[in-house]
């Protein structure tokens, strides 16, 4: 015990510097500058382990901006979240998964308001670090009035392929209170397969109620959430 007090004593002693933490202008590089980079700690196949930098010392790897060495530099898989919402009103057509479904109420919103397919689309821009769908589409712009979304998820797929990118799936739930969707979803996954170039079974759709809880459960709205993974050099 006393000699921990007396290592705290002597690193907050006047005079006596602190080690830094993280120095970017000055990293602490603790190899040769040519060694071969070590591996990450990345447990997957060996052949694609991660490749750390040898001369960014780790502390400070999230800290350099985005114009540093990535730290990763190796193909892995990203992943993505997305999540929409848009309200059922009366005067519009419902499309769910780019298939139109029976309905009293649509989804309100400035496109087709495709709840299912801007979520995807979300999923996809997220794995990529790509802004969202309202930045690349805002709905300010008269372009993408009442458009299909379709156009979104080409478009997102097309992000994925500049840069070398392969979906390897994606799955999503849609939280509808009503109608029933479960007849709707085979041909919302041949949909969406069609718009990002996939085989049907990388993509999944599944549906709930919401238990007539909430906004969802007064059939006030419709949501879809869905994550994607994308494999990128
Ligand atoms: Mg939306």
Redesign the pocket.
């Known amino acids: 015990m006393r000699i921990i007090v007396s290592v705290i004593l002597l690193n907050d002693a006047p005079g006596v510097p602190r080690p830094k933490v993280c120095d970017p202008q000055q990293p602490a590089c603790n190899h040769e500058p040519n060694a071969p980079p070590r591996p990450g700690k990345f447990q997957g196949n060996s052949a694609r382990q991660p490749q750390i930098p040898p001369c960014i010392p780790e502390p400070c790897a999230n800290l350099l901006g985005p114009s540093s060495p990535p730290f990763y530099s190796s193909p892995m898989v990203h992943v993505g979240i997305g999540y929409?919402?848009?309200a059922l009103v009366e005067g519009r057509r419902l499309i769910l998964g780019g298939v139109q479904i029976p309905h009293p109420k649509g989804l309100e919103?400035h496109?087709d308001?495709?709840?299912l397919m801007?979520?995807i689309c979300d999923a996809v821009l997220g794995a990529l670090g790509e802004p969202d769908?309202?930045h690349l589409f805002p709905n300010t712009d008269p372009r993408w009035h009442g458009v299909a979304s379709q156009l979104f998820l080409q478009e997102a797929g097309r992000l994925a392929s500049l840069r070398q990118g392969k979906i390897i799936n994606l799955d999503a739930t849609v939280i509808a209170q009503a109608p029933k969707l479960f007849p709707h979803i085979q041909d919302m996954k041949i949909n969406i397969a069609a718009a990002l170039e996939l085989n049907i079974r990388q993509v999944g759709i599944k549906a709930t109620t919401n238990e007539r809880l909430g906004f969802l459960g007064r059939e006030e709205g419709i949501a879809a959430m869905a994550v994607a993974s994308v494999d990128l050099p």
């Open positions: 929409d919402v848009h919103g496109s308001a495709d709840v801007h979520a769908i309202g």
